[in-house]
C-alpha cells in the first residue's frame, strides 16, 4: 500500500465512523444542513451542545448564518471580506455563485493561515471605498486596540446598501465600555474583559460605537423570535445577539 494510501485510510475510516454514530436526527446544523444525535462539547471549560460534529460550526456562526439567510444577504456576484474567517462559513461563502470572496487575517508571527488569506490590518484596509457588499468581521473589534479606526475603515470599504456583520461580546449589565488601554497584562485582562487577549469589554455603548463610525445599527435578537425548539435545534444561544451595521 502506498504511503498516500496509509495516511488516507484511517482519516477516511474515521470520517465513515463518525458519519455513522452521530448522524441523527436531534439537531440540525443550519450551515451544512446535516443532522446529528447532538452538538459535541467545546470550550474552556468545555460547554454542552456547542460544535457541530460535521463542518465543525459554533453558536455563533450558526446565528450569523441564519442571519444572513434571513435577511437575503447572500445574492450571486456579491463582493464578500471576511475578517478572521471561521472555516465552516468560509466554505460556504466561497460557493456562492459569481462571488468574489477575499479573506483576510492579521498575521502574526508563528501562526499559519489557510492559503489565500491576506494579511488584514482593519485600522488601515488596502482597499477603496464602497468596495465590498457584505462584510463578516466578528468577535474580532475587541482584540484591536484602536476599534474606532477599525469601524471607521470598516464603514469606508462597505458599500452603500452593504451589511457587515460586527458580532463582540457585549456585557449587557454596563452602560459602559469597560476599557483601559494600559493594562496589558493578559491575567488582568482576562479578570476584567473575560479573555486574556481582549482589549475592553463592551457594554450597551456598542452601538453608539458603531453608529459614531458612520453605521446605521442593527441589533438581532434573533432567538427571541424563534420557537425554543428550533432554537435547540439550531444550537444556537439564548444570550447571543446578532449586531450588524449597514451603509
Ligand atoms: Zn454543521
Known amino acids: 500500500m502506498s504511503g498516500f494510501l496509509q495516511r488516507l485510510l484511517p482519516s477516511a475510516l474515521r470520517t465513515a465512523i463518525r458519519d455513522r454514530v452521530l448522524a441523527g436526527d436531534v439537531v440540525l446544523c443550519p450551515i451544512c444542513e446535516r443532522g446529528a444525535i447532538a ?3 467545546s470550550g474552556s ?3 454542552p451542545h456547542v460544535l457541530c460534529p460535521f463542518c465543525g460550526s459554533r453558536e455563533r456562526a450558526r446565528m450569523t448564518w441564519l442571519f444572513l439567510k434571513e ?4 445574492r450571486p456576484g456579491i ?3 471576511h475578517v478572521a474567517p471561521e472555516t465552516c462559513l468560509r466554505e460556504k461563502l466561497k460557493a456562492l455563485p ?8 492579521k498575521h502574526e508571527p508563528g501562526y499559519t493561515y489557510p492559503e489565500g488569506t491576506i494579511d488584514l490590518d482593519i485600522t488601515k484596509i488596502q482597499f477603496p471605498a464602497d468596495h465590498f457588499d457584505l462584510i463578516l468581521c466578528s468577535h474580532v473589534l475587541e482584540h484591536v486596540p484602536d476599534d474606532a479606526a477599525a469601524m471607521r475603515e470598516l ?3 462597505l458599500a452603500p446598501g452593504g451589511t457587515a456583520i460586527l458580532m463582540v461580546p457585549v456585557d449587557m449589565r454596563n452602560a459602559r ?3 483601559d488601554l494600559l493594562i496589558t497584562d493578559p491575567k488582568e485582562r482576562l479578570r476584567r474583559y473575560g479573555q486574556f487577549d481582549h482589549v475592553r469589554l463592551y457594554g450597551r455603548d456598542y452601538m453608539e460605537r458603531l453608529q459614531r463610525a458612520g453605521f446605521t ?6 432567538t427571541e423570535r424563534m420557537e425554543p425548539e428550533a432554537v435547540f435545534k439550531a444550537g444556537l444561544l439564548r444570550s447571543e445577539v446578532v449586531h450588524a451595521g449597514t451603509k
Do not use: W
Not at 71 to 74: H, M, Q
Open 39 to 41: 452538538y459535541l462539547p
Open 45 to 47: 471549560p468545555p460547554r
Open 71 to 74: 435577511r437575503k444577504l447572500l
Open 79 to 81: 463582493r464578500i471580506l
Open 98 to 105: 459569481d462571488v468574489a470572496y477575499v479573506a483576510g487575517d
Open 155 to 157: 464603514h469606508r470599504v
Open 177 to 179: 465600555t469597560e476599557e
Open 217 to 222: 445599527v442593527i441589533e438581532d435578537a434573533m
